[in-house]
């Protein structure tokens, strides 16, 4: 199930059933724009996304997508 989170000029959407939660992307985001909630990845921050895409190249199961507005 396709999780969608939009900001400003910013949309990340998160697979919720390929991810597993592991925070790979909490730890590799400049931005720190991610957080753990309820065992799966949550965009809190998503207007401070930087698009570096380091979330979606380094993500172990591909779960994440962002696009730009």
């Known amino acids: 199930m396709d999780k969608r989170y939009e900001g400003e000029d910013t949309i ?9 939660g592991n925070a790979t992307c909490v730890d590799v ?3 720190e724009v991610y957080i753990i909630e309820n065992e ?3 965009p809190i921050n998503i207007d ?3 698009f ?9 199961n591909e779960a994440i997508t962002v696009e730009e507005k």
């Open 52 to 60: 570096c895409m380091v979330c979606v190249n380094e993500c172990p």
């Open 12 to 20: 990340i959407t998160i697979d919720e059933d390929k991810c597993d």
């Open 29 to 31: 985001c400049p931005a």
């Open 48 to 50: 401070d996304c930087l």
């Open 40 to 42: 799966k990845a949550n």
